[in-house]
């Protein structure tokens, strides 16, 4: 069976919903193929951090006011406080991963997306004019014919080894295991964070009485990382870990993991992109992994639609790798400086002290928590002109329009880029903006001291692409959108 699209989006976890989610709600003709033939219950990723929650409020997805301030944790250590600003969502959002795909999931078939469960990849090639993409389906083979195709289909991806991307990868150093157990004994477990001279062990009840564990044994990687997971080994490994027997029974979802890590050494080849976890893969500390992910669908969700819809800057597509992979190799490298505090050895215990005061001091600089929560991104200014505020975030303020009362957030949600303007000392860029209002939507506001500019540009994602002063709104306004284009729904 022959399918035709705009884009494949090739993996069905959160991520890759969330891709065809975005690209669906601009128009793009959107075609997800997924191997599973249902979500998967299996306990993942539970976190959200904050900037991941502010950029999925500003794209219309339901949050919890309130901004304040979370409690987290850096390498085990507690102590970590990640706060948001007044007026922005709460810091940390903690959700099962099944039901974040399940919310993306409905948002795409919402905005009409096509979902093929029960297919998988085989074949991509791509040349100038598109991309081929065949998969085994219940029914044979589909063979999908698309102007691009984005992997979100994890650290194994097809779609990064089909079309030749290569990674720099680091090889495993310490072996994990992951599960969920009855104990008989519910209390030989506390739940919470478990460090001992041989590893560490967390462990989280659930609402049934189970308890879901894992564990980090440093001793070295495990002979065979595909090797299937027993009760035996898992419950001689938690046992061995806590220096006491712990007795279990009812697995599910045991697997394994570990340090091993990979960064591919582009997000972009021609009309191929890899998002989430075919992109990069890390130790899972910190619970950024799927925030990661999240951002990355949101920061190449406009842009893909830009570029399908021709409404796009030249150059607009490619700023995707040069903006998340960075990014990326951050992440990676801070989850490697929290497993060197979580070795055992009484060697690091000095050096466990001395985080555990900067983690009781970051309230005050935020240097470690905007880290975490990825609020300390500021993305590079492509415009060239030296533009102060280019790649900062606009936090949401209130702001009284011509419309009534309404706040950053409320203007992004449609998901076009905004022009605000602030005053009337502003309206004169609207005049330099007319040639590109089918795709930017201008907005007149009265002045406010919570925006430092009288007028700025605003990417769908939040961040900034111009603010007035130092640099020309008509030199920034082409870099990103292409002049006369629309963008959306025809």
Same mark, same amino acid.
């Given at each position: 069976?022959?399918?035709?699209?705009?884009?494949?989006?090739?993996?069905?976890?959160?991520?890759?919903?969330?891709?065809?989610?975005?690209?669906?709600?601009?128009?793009?003709?959107?075609?997800?193929?997924?191997?599973?033939?249902?979500?998967?219950?299996?306990?993942?990723?539970?976190?959200?951090?904050?900037?991941?929650?502010?950029?999925?409020?500003?794209? =219309?997805?339901?949050?919890?006011?309130?901004?304040?301030?979370?409690?987290?944790?850096?390498?085990?250590?507690?102590?970590?406080?990640?706060?948001? #600003?007044?007026?922005?969502?709460?810091? &940390?959002?903690?959700? #099962?991963?099944?039901? /974040?795909?399940?919310?993306?999931?409905?948002?795409?078939?919402?905005?009409?997306?096509?979902?093929?469960?029960?297919?998988?990849?085989?074949?991509?090639?791509?040349?100038?004019?598109?991309?081929?993409?065949?998969?085994?389906?219940?029914?044979?083979?589909?063979?999908?014919?698309?102007?691009?195709?984005?992997?979100?289909?994890?650290?194994?991806? +097809?779609?990064?080894?089909?079309?030749?991307?290569?990674?720099?990868?680091?090889?495993? %150093?310490?072996?994990?295991?992951?599960?969920?157990? +009855?104990?008989?004994?519910?209390?030989?477990?506390?739940?919470?964070?478990?460090?001992?001279?041989?590893?560490?062990?967390?462990?989280?009840?659930?609402?049934?009485?189970?308890?879901? &564990?894992?564990?980090?044994?440093?001793?070295?990687?495990?002979?065979?990382?595909?090797?299937?997971?027993?009760?035996?080994?898992?419950?001689?490994?938690?046992?061995?870990?806590?220096?006491?027997?712990?007795?279990?029974?009812?697995?599910?979802?045991?697997?394994?993991?570990?340090?091993?890590?990979?960064?591919?050494? %582009?997000?972009?080849?021609?009309?191929?992109?890899?998002? =989430?976890?075919?992109?990069?893969?890390?130790?899972?500390?910190?619970?950024?992994?799927?925030? %990661?992910?999240?951002?990355?669908?949101?920061?190449?969700?406009?842009? /893909?639609?830009?570029?399908?819809?021709?409404?796009?800057?030249?150059?607009?597509?490619?700023?995707?790798?040069?903006?998340?992979?960075?990014?990326?190799?951050?992440? &990676?490298?801070?989850?490697?400086?929290?497993?060197? /505090?979580?070795?055992?050895?009484?060697?690091?215990?000095?050096?466990?002290?001395?985080?555990?005061?900067?983690?009781?001091?970051?309230?005050?600089?935020?240097?470690?928590?905007?880290?975490?929560?990825?609020?300390?991104?500021?993305?590079?200014?492509?415009?060239?002109?030296?533009?102060?505020?280019?790649?900062?975030?606009?936090?949401?303020? #209130?702001?009284?329009?011509?419309?009534?009362?309404?706040?950053?957030?409320?203007?992004?949600?449609?998901?076009?880029?905004?022009?605000?303007?602030?005053?009337?000392?502003?309206?004169?860029?609207?005049?330099?903006?007319?040639?590109?209002?089918?795709?930017?939507?201008?907005?007149?506001?009265?002045?406010? #001291?919570?925006?430092?500019?009288?007028?700025?540009?605003?990417?769908?994602?939040?961040?900034?692409?111009?603010?007035?002063?130092?640099?020309?709104?008509?030199?920034?306004?082409?870099?990103?959108?292409?002049?006369?284009?629309?963008?959306?729904?025809?």
């Amino acid at each position: 069976m022959a399918v035709h699209a705009q884009v494949v989006v090739v993996g069905g976890g959160p991520v890759g919903m969330l891709m065809a989610a975005e690209l669906a709600a601009y128009g793009v003709d959107t075609v997800l193929l997924e191997t599973r033939a249902e979500v998967s219950e299996g306990p993942r990723a539970t976190t959200l951090h904050a900037r991941a929650v502010q950029s999925l409020a500003r794209r =219309g997805y339901p949050y919890t006011e309130g901004g304040g301030a979370g409690r987290f944790h850096f390498a085990g250590l507690p102590g970590l406080v990640i706060t948001a #600003p007044e007026g922005e969502p709460e810091p &940390i959002l903690k959700t #099962p991963q099944a039901e /974040l795909e399940r919310l993306f999931e409905g948002r795409a078939r919402e905005e009409g997306a096509r979902i093929l469960r029960e297919h998988r990849v085989t074949e991509v090639v791509q040349d100038d004019g598109g991309v081929r993409v065949v998969a085994e389906g219940p029914r044979g083979a589909v063979v999908c014919h698309a102007g691009y195709v984005v992997g979100a289909d994890g650290a194994r991806s +097809t779609v990064r080894a089909r079309t030749g991307i290569d990674s720099d990868t680091r090889p495993a %150093t310490v072996s994990a295991l992951m599960g969920t157990v +009855t104990l008989p004994d519910p209390d030989a477990l506390a739940d919470g964070w478990r460090r001992t001279p041989r590893g560490w062990i967390v462990a989280k009840r659930d609402p049934e009485g189970r308890t879901h &564990i894992r564990t980090l044994n440093c001793a070295g990687a495990h002979a065979d990382r595909h090797l299937p997971v027993t009760l035996e080994e898992f419950r001689q490994e938690v046992s061995w870990i806590a220096g006491e027997e712990i007795r279990m029974d009812a697995p599910r979802w045991l697997s394994r993991f570990s340090d091993f890590d990979r960064l591919a050494r %582009t997000f972009r080849a021609r009309r191929a992109l890899l998002v =989430g976890d075919a992109a990069h893969v890390h130790f899972p500390i910190g619970g950024q992994g799927l925030s %990661t992910g999240v951002l990355d669908a949101l920061n190449l969700g406009w842009k /893909l639609a830009l570029t399908v819809h021709g409404s796009a800057g030249a150059g607009l597509l490619d700023t995707y790798d040069q903006e998340r992979r960075p990014l990326a190799r951050r992440v &990676i490298d801070n989850t490697r400086a929290q497993l060197a /505090l979580m070795r055992p050895g009484a060697e690091l215990d000095v050096l466990r002290q001395v985080f555990a005061g900067l983690l009781a001091a970051d309230g005050e600089r935020g240097e470690l928590s905007g880290m975490i929560s990825a609020q300390d991104t500021v993305l590079p200014d492509h415009t060239g002109e030296r533009c102060p505020a280019a790649g900062a975030f606009l936090h949401n303020v #209130p702001l009284s329009t011509e419309a009534g009362e309404t706040d950053v957030i409320g203007l992004l949600r449609d998901g076009r880029p905004l022009l605000l303007l602030l005053g009337e000392s502003a309206e004169r860029y609207a005049e330099q903006a007319r040639d590109w209002t089918g795709t930017v939507r201008v907005v007149r506001a009265k002045a406010t #001291p919570d925006v430092a500019y009288e007028a700025v540009l605003v990417r769908p994602d939040g961040y900034l692409a111009w603010a007035a002063g130092e640099c020309d709104l008509a030199e920034a306004l082409p870099v990103y959108f292409a002049e006369g284009a629309l963008l959306g729904r025809p």
